[in-house]
């Protein structure tokens, strides 16, 4: 069967021709008879995934199987990352960009585009670094030497360079008063060595040091061992590409995707020799004689001011000489860049926006969000912080990091991973890469070599025969997600200079924004802005993050709407915060000027100064900092920056501006939208526990909608109505389901639910007994046993630490044959985890994901009837069978639990498995709704 055709049975009306002209102003693969575009998809709408290459032991016949085993299931790119080596296999492993290994890399690209797949380029292990990292060119930190504090000297004291890190600066100060430090000059003593000469008296002296981070590579592969770079340095990176250039070489310009820089994870690094004259560059003063104030516990206003300074220098360092320069390497050979931005010193949507293809994670058990509901965690608002800096910057694709972790190993199931993977959706991110797929020989014992922390996208799962049916899921959405443009219309400013100006939760004197010290960034420093993007996340206006160099550097106005990339917004918020870049008021006051509306929260924030540093911060009156916002040369007010007391007063100037609020979410119903010409797409959850089945409101005007089912492929027209402010369309969503839309459907056939809600619903339940089978791996042949009634077959003892497939088989008897109009569903209760359904041996639908229903109308008979159902479970319970057994996973290589400590699943319990019901046929009359 074609995986990619449209099951919708009915014939297209050549009225819908008329009725959906608009069609014309979307891509190609959107057409009249294909609204969706699910007949075409395009390879980028497939998933792709982290392919970890375990001690590079390839070879052409096991490259050749991995490959075409994860093509098959709908993998379609494949993220190349070379990692440390693992036992038990005869293919012996590659030295890392040794000439084999280039090779190798050429003919796994070939072999990948047979297969209609694509190889991208990540490396050997993380961070960026190796073995031919020179030296000096390895990740740098600020060192400096204890024990000088109230040191008394009665005459001059010498100082020279020592056997330790390079002195790089000297300074003294009075006793407990940093603020007072002066530098002493370098001479040059006798031998032509540095010397530093200390005055007589009482002092505290500080020998500041060009130290050395001495991280070396994390889970570094065979042959790419070594030294960590140092990211602020141009001659480091140039260090690190040598090698790669010979294997761009050999691979071609474009053999090779995408090239990803992975999560910045340089331990310790907050340091370069080019820094002092790079920040007098970008600052306009020399950072040398505010060191001893930098490093010291005071909180005084040049503290703070001297530490934002540097903050903010390090993250235009790590962006002019590391960033930039790699990007431009890449699109050199050819290759898109993928840049996961999250744990860099600086501003997220900048940093992502840099990129082609931006990148972030979601990480462990809560995933994107904890229990469907809270949006208050970081896994949503930071993906947030990469899909923004793709719109605004004209970026089509965002793709992630995704199922780092969600349960402990072998404990995910496809509809725990569909449920969750849907925030990512809703986040923006429309390109992901499962984490992870493992490369592994096929005679490596079972379950074969697996990474040591993911959600294994691997064909050692019982589950996976239905990644197919997982991966056209995904590919349906994203193919809708990867056209149009963004559908947001608020843009929410993240005020990072109030993160600079704060020591809360900094380290190395630097501020990270990781997903893992979201509370710091997010919930504590900027705690107002977090609650106005809670707030418009919960009440359905749809935002955008922005930075103060998106709003100085990238915004105009257009047609009365703020242009930026992709994205075309109504209104500006600047929440609650103490401060804005020096330039950003003057740029806020044109952009209203010009006829954007700008609601600001509470009072006007200050503008932090720029050149040499004064002993206060600026403390202007409120009046003076509106004035600054909202008065032009001539002093006349704009009209257009509106002050608000509280996020809770934004709703009606939000409205007043044509923002439009999708009122969906007052029903738990969770959205994202796209823009196609006069045209929205919207991708829809139901986030809630309850069913909705009525008419949903979409901040939209038009006359028709339609509705597509990504899981099975269908779509059609459904009712719609006029009202206030929109349109509402009949929707039916049970609890976790998503549909797609579409306004401007016109008269294409009716929509038909796949699902039905169970409440009040004539039904047959199927009771038993049941006779199971299943092969049994130590026995010969299938066995077989009757349940009277359904339970979790780990409470059988034959079954009890078994993963895989159990078939359950029962009769049941129909009074009558379908009649006209009416439609029939088969709704299985609870299923652990998913199954495959045969009617009157008949091939029904696998359902692999919440609801476990489907309809059977056509399948169904009078009289007997013959329900088999092909349930999977988790791999969990066998992997305990055999750790209990002596055999562990640990001993082939380095594998941990979800605490990072060893790995040990014999003293798990067995997880609930099989069909658990109940079970039962229910009908939809033929006028019920």
């Not at 001495?214 to 090698?243: C, I």
Request: charged share 25%; aromatic share 10%.
């Amino acid at each position: 069967m074609d995986r990619n055709r449209n099951n919708q049975a009915s014939p297209i009306p050549m009225g819908l021709i008329l009725s959906l002209l608009m069609i014309a102003q979307t891509p190609s693969a959107f057409t009249l008879e294909d609204p969706f575009g699910w007949n075409d998809i395009p390879r980028s709408a497939y998933p792709g995934a982290f392919w970890m290459l375990m001690g590079s032991a390839v070879n052409s016949e096991e490259l050749e199987r991995n490959i075409s085993a994860l093509s098959e299931a709908g993998i379609r790119t494949l993220r190349m990352e070379a990692l440390y080596p693992a036992k038990g296999s005869d293919v012996s492993p590659i030295q890392f960009l040794s000439e084999e290994w280039n090779r190798t890399a050429k003919e796994a690209i070939e072999i990948a585009r047979s297969h209609g797949a694509v190889l991208d380029l990540w490396g050997n292990g993380w961070p960026f670094g190796g073995p031919w990292i020179q030296p000096e060119h390895a990740s740098r930190r600020l060192e400096w030497d204890n024990g000088w504090a109230a040191v008394v000297l009665s005459e001059t004291k010498t100082l020279t360079q020592d056997n330790g890190y390079p002195i790089f600066s000297v300074s003294f100060s009075e006793p407990g008063r940093p603020e007072t430090a002066k530098v002493i000059r370098q001479e040059v003593g006798p031998d032509g060595a540095p010397v530093w000469e200390i005055p007589p008296g009482q002092w505290d002296v500080f020998i500041f040091r060009n130290g050395y981070t001495r991280m070396q590579v994390k889970r570094a592969t065979t042959g790419g061992e070594g030294p960590v770079l140092d990211h602020f340095s141009l001659n480091a990176l140039e260090d690190y590409l040598k090698p790669y250039n010979r294997l761009m070489e050999v691979v071609g310009r474009g053999g090779f995707e995408v090239t990803h820089e992975d999560s910045y994870e340089v331990y310790g690094a907050n340091w370069t020799g080019d820094l002092p004259s790079f920040f007098r560059e970008r600052r306009g003063y020399d950072i040398a004689p505010y060191l001893p104030l930098m490093i010291s516990s005071s909180t005084s206003d040049l503290a703070r001011r001297i530490r934002h300074d540097y903050r903010q220098t390090v993250e235009e360092l790590l962006v002019e000489v590391h960033i930039k320069p790699w990007m431009e390497w890449a699109r050199g050979w050819g290759m898109r860049t993928s840049l996961q931005a999250q744990g860099c010193p600086g501003h997220l949507v900048d940093l992502y926006g840099l990129a082609d293809q931006p990148d972030p994670e979601a990480f462990g058990r809560e995933g994107m969000a904890s229990d469907g509901l809270d949006r208050r965690n970081g896994g949503y608002l930071c993906s947030k912080f990469a899909s923004s800096g793709a719109h605004l910057n004209g970026r089509k694709l965002v793709s992630s990091e995704t199922f780092t972790w969600l349960e402990d190993h072998f404990q995910s199931s496809l509809d725990r991973m569909r449920n969750d993977l849907d925030y990512y959706f809703l986040a923006g991110i429309n390109h992901i890469y499962f984490h992870t797929c493992t490369y592994s020989p096929a005679d490596v014992p079972f379950p074969g070599w697996l990474y040591y922390a993911s959600v294994h996208m691997d064909p050692c799962q019982p589950w996976w025969r239905h990644v197919p049916q997982f991966t056209d899921y995904i590919a349906r959405v994203q193919t809708v997600l990867q056209h149009g443009a963004p559908g947001e219309d608020v843009l929410l400013l993240y005020p990072i200079h109030d993160l600079w100006l704060d020591d809360r939760g900094s380290k190395d004197f630097l501020q990270y924004c990781q997903v893992h010290n979201f509370t710091n960034w997010m919930t504590e420093v900027a705690k107002p802005t977090h609650q106005a993007a809670v707030w418009l996340w919960e009440k359905g206006w749809k935002f955008d993050w922005c930075s103060d160099r998106t709003i100085r550097d990238q915004m105009r106005m257009e047609d009365g709407q703020i242009v930026c990339g992709d994205g075309r917004y109504r209104a500006l918020i600047i929440p609650e915060c103490g401060w804005l870049g020096e330039k950003t008021p003057d740029s806020i006051r044109r952009l209203a000027e010009n006829g954007a509306t700008v609601l600001v929260v509470g009072e006007a924030p200050q503008a932090v100064p720029t050149g040499p540093p004064s002993d206060a911060l600026p403390n202007d009156s409120p009046e003076e900092r509106r004035a600054r916002l909202t008065l032009s040369a001539s002093g006349q007010g704009s009209g257009q920056v509106i002050y608000l007391d509280s996020i809770e007063t934004l709703a009606d100037p939000l409205a007043r501006a044509g923002c439009r609020r999708e009122r969906m979410a007052d029903s738990g119903i969770l959205s994202i939208r796209r823009r196609f010409g006069d045209q929205t797409a919207y991708f829809i959850k139901n986030a809630g526990d309850k069913t909705f089945d009525g008419f949903l409101p979409l901040g939209k005007e038009g006359s028709a909608v339609l509705v597509g089912d990504p899981v099975q492929g269908r779509w059609g027209r459904t009712e719609t109505r006029p009202c206030e402010g929109g349109l509402e369309a009949r929707v039916r969503l049970l609890p976790t389901e998503t549909r797609l839309l579409m306004t401007g459907g016109g008269s294409a056939a009716p929509w038909a639910d796949p699902t039905v809600a169970l409440d009040g619903r004539r039904s047959l339940d199927i009771t038993g007994p049941w006779r199971i089978s299943w092969r049994d791996s130590e026995k010969d042949g299938v066995q077989t046993k009757t349940l009277d009634s359904l339970l979790s077959w780990t409470e059988i003892p034959e079954l009890t630490l078994f993963s895989g497939t159990v078939a359950y088989e029962s009769g049941f008897e129909v009074p009558q044959a379908p009649q006209e109009g009416e439609r029939y569903f088969l709704d299985l209760g609870q299923v652990r985890h998913s199954a495959d359904v045969f009617l009157n041996e008949e091939q029904v639908a696998c359902l692999w994901t919440t609801p476990f229903q489907v309809e059977v109308t056509g399948h169904l008979k009078e009289g007997g009837n013959v329900l088999r159902l092909e349930v999977i479970n988790l791999l969990a319970n066998r992997i305990i069978g055999l750790e209990r057994s002596g055999v562990h996973i640990a001993d082939r290589h380095l594998f941990v639990n979800y605490a990072y400590k060893p790995f040990d699943a014999a003293q798990w319990n067995p997880l609930p498995s099989g069909l658990l019901g109940p079970v039962r046929v229910v009908m939809r009359p033929a006028d019920g709704p």
